[in-house]
C-alpha cells in the first residue's frame, strides 16, 4: 500500500515538470520569432542629421538596360564623406525595394566612401553586394555607372574612383566588370550619357 | 669535440705548424709555386674548360668549380653554403654534420641518406667526404637547399645555374625606329657583362647577374642594321649574342640599367635613355606587363607570352605578312563559367560554341584566325593579353553571352584612369587607348551589318578586361537571345546568322583594320 503522502508528492513533482517543459516550449517559440527581428535591426541605420536637400540619382533600369537620372530629397549630413555615404545608401535603398528596378543581393551594403585628396573616391562595397550580384557586362557596368555617376554628380571635385569589397581590391564585380583600376570620371560620364538611350 | 668554423670566403683554413717544420717545407712550396708558374697557361687553358656553377640569392652572387666523380658531377657543400650564411661542419669518423643557421644536417660518407630537422632523404648518389670537405651530388643542390635555405630554388640544369628565391634579372629588347637605329635593352636591374665583339657580333656574358630567358631565345628586329639577338646559357653564365651587318659597339645608361648597341657608323651618338615613343606606340614598342615577350619567368615556367608566335617577341609586329588577322577569345572557361543562363547554361559553354562558328567563318573569308582558348580551360585576363599582343592580330573579338537581350550588344573599351608611358613601355593597362578609333570603327561596321540583317544591336564603352590591355583594335561582343528565349541563344541557326554577319563585317574592314590605327 503506497502512504498517501507519497502519491500527493509524487502528482505535484508531475505537475511541476509538465509546467516547466510548457513554460521551455513557449521561450522556444519567442526566441525564434525574435531572431530575424534581431538581425534586421542591425542593418538600420542611425537616422541621418542635416538639412533636406535635393540630389540627383542615376538609377539603372534592367528592362530596358539605361541609366536614367532622377531626382531625390533627402538628408544630407554637412561632412561631405558622410554625404557621399548616405547618397550611396540611398541609391542602394532604391536597388533594394521591392520594385527594384535594377534588384541587388540581399544584405548588399555600402561599407564606405573614402574622399581621398586629389580627386580620387573609394566605395568600399561589402561581400554580399558583389558576392550576390547578377553577371553580365551591361548589367554589371550599370551598376558600376549607377555609383560612380551618382556620386560625381552630387560631390563636386571627384576625377578618379576605385571600387573595393570588404576593404580590399576585387578582379571584377560578377565576372565582367574591372574593379583592379580606376575609373576615370570623364570616362563613366561619357558612358552613362551613353547608357541614356536604349540605342 | 670542437666546431671548427668556416670563415666567409676562407676555402681552406691554414693549421698551425711548428716553425721548423715551415723552414723544412718553405723550399719545397717555392718550387711548386715556380712549377705552377711555369705551367700557367696550360692551366688557364685547363680552367677554361672547367665546370662551373652559378649561385644567385640576394644576399650574394657567386660561380664554384664542379668536380667529377665516378662520372658525376659534385660540388663542395661548404662552399656553396658559406656566402649564403653562417655556416660550419665537423666530422666524426665516416659522419660529417654541417650546421647552417643553428641547424644541423648529417651526411655519411659513401651513403645517399641525408638527415636534416629529424627527417630523412635520399641523394641521388653517394655523399663523400674528402678532407673534411663534404662532396654532394650536383644534381642534389636544388633539393638540399630548398630544405637548408627553406625557400624556392630554380636550377638552370643544363647551363649549371640555381636561382635561390625571386632574384631573376628579366630584360627587354627593342631596336629605337629612328635615323640611328640602335637595339635598346633594358634590364630590371643594373648589370655589368663583359662584352666582346667580332665581325656583325656583339657578345655580353653575364656571370654574377641572375639574367633569364626572354619568352623567345632568338629575338629578331625589323631592323636592316641590327637583325637579331640571341640568349643563351651556358657553364653557369648566360650571353646575350646581337647580330648586325656592321661592327656593334655597346654603351650603358641608365645607372647600368640600359646597355644600347650602335653600329660603328652610329657609333660616335652618345648613349641616352630611349625617347618616349608618341601614343599609340609604332612598331617595336613592348608593353611593360607581367609575362609579357620579353621577360622570362624565374621558376622555369614560360610567361604567357612565349606561348605565342615565337617569331615576334617583345611586341615588335612580325616583318612580313600577319600570322593571324584576328584573334577570337571565347570568355571564361574552366572553374570560371561566367553567367548562369539558365539552370543548365553556362556563359563559358554558349561562348566557346560561338567562338568556333567565328572562326570558321572568319577562315571561309580567307582571315587567318587565332582561337585563345578551344576547350574548357581558364586564362587570366592578363594572359588573354599576352597572347592576343603577341599574336600581333589587326583585329581583336571577345565572346561573351547574356540572357537579358535582345541582340548583340557590342563594346570597346571603357579606358581606365592612369596609364602613363614610361620611355619605350606602354602602360598594360591603358594599352588600347592609342587603338580607341579604329576599336570604335569596328565596332560600327558591325552594328551596321548586324542591323542589316535585322539583329537588334547596342553599342557601348565598358570597364571590361582585357579590352584595355590589348594593343590592337579590340571588342567585345555580348550575344543575347533575339527575343527573349534562352533556348534560341545556342541555336546553330542563331549563332550561325550572327558569326556570318561579324566576319562578313571583319572581312569587309580589312582595309582598313591593316592600316590601323
Known sequence: ?????????????????????????????????????????????????????????????????????????????????????????????????????????????????????????????????????????????????????TLCANIPGISRVKILVDGKERDTLAGHADLTNFYNVGAVNQLAAQLQTAQ | MLWNKHPPGSRFPLPSLPLAMVAVLFPVFALLVFSSLLRAPSAAASAAGEKQLSIYSVVSSYSLPVSTRNGQDYVDLLEVLDPLGKVTAKTEGKRWRVRYQDQDADFTDGKKNVRWLRSGFDLPANFLLEDGHGMVPLSSLPQLLSRILGGPVTWHENSRRLFIGGVAIHFTAQVRQQANQALVINFTAPVNPAIATESGKLHMQFSREPLVAPGSPVLTFDSKVISSASYEENNGSAEITVNGNAPLFAAFSDDRKTITVTAAQQAKTPAQKPPTPPMPAGPGVATSAPGTAGTGSSNGTPSPAATGSPETPLGTPPAGPRKYFAVVDPSHGGDERGAALDDQLAEKDVTLAFARQLRQQLENRGIATLLLRDNDVDLTADQRASETNTAHPAVYLCIHAASQGPGVRIYTALVPAGGEAHGPFVSWDTAQAGFLASSQATATRLAVDLRNQEISVRTLAAPLRPLNNIHSAAVALEIAPPNGKISELSSPDYQLLVASTVAAAIAGARASLETAP
Open chain 1, 1 to 149: 500500500m503506497i502512504s498517501r503522502p507519497l502519491v500527493i508528492g509524487a502528482l505535484v513533482m508531475l505537475a511541476a515538470a509538465l509546467g516547466m517543459g510548457s513554460y521551455a516550449w513557449h521561450m522556444r517559440g519567442i526566441s525564434r520569432n525574435e531572431l530575424p527581428l534581431a538581425a534586421h535591426q542591425s542593418a538600420v541605420a542611425p537616422p541621418v542629421l542635416g538639412s533636406s536637400e535635393q540630389v540627383m540619382l542615376y538609377v539603372a533600369y534592367d528592362d530596358i538596360g539605361v541609366l536614367r537620372p532622377e531626382r531625390f530629397r533627402i538628408p544630407l549630413p554637412e561632412a561631405p564623406q558622410q554625404r557621399a555615404e548616405e547618397l550611396l545608401r540611398t541609391l542602394l535603398n532604391v536597388y533594394l525595394d521591392k520594385s527594384s528596378p535594377h534588384p541587388l543581393g540581399t544584405g548588399s551594403e555600402v561599407r564606405n566612401v573614402y574622399l581621398v585628396d586629389p580627386g580620387l573616391a573609394v566605395i568600399d562595397l561589402n561581400s554580399a553586394f558583389a558576392n550576390g550580384h547578377r553577371s553580365g557586362i551591361l548589367v554589371e557596368e550599370l551598376t558600376v555607372a549607377s555609383l560612380v555617376q
